[in-house]
């Protein structure tokens, strides 16, 4: 990615889908979050809708957080990026074992 990309990606909230996925290990979660925020946050939910963990995050621009597979069960999540008290995004990803 060049650096025009970079800066263009950084004018927005965005939640990408996490690699690899499904995963058994480890997987990556990135996002952007534009510069001026209050407060950023990645949610986990399994799909009964029960929080499992929270991500503070406390950058802006592009940046990730790495899931470890032992963390959870096996099955399928919904990973929300909340900014500022505005959901931005949700994605599935599937653990497998």
Request: a negative charge.
């Amino acid at each position: 990615m060049d650096e025009d990309q970079d800066k263009q990606k950084a004018k927005y909230n965005v939640l990408y889908q996490n690699t690899p996925n499904p995963f058994s290990e480890d997987t990556k979660i990135e996002y952007c979050i534009f510069q001026n925020f209050q407060s950023a946050k990645i949610y986990i939910h399994n799909l009964q809708g029960n929080e499992l963990k929270a991500f503070n995050l406390d950058k802006s621009g592009q940046n990730y957080i790495t899931i470890k597979g032992e963390q959870f069960k096996e099955g399928m999540y919904i990973y929300t990026l909340v900014v500022n008290g505005d959901i931005i995004d949700s994605k599935r990803m599937i653990l497998t074992k």
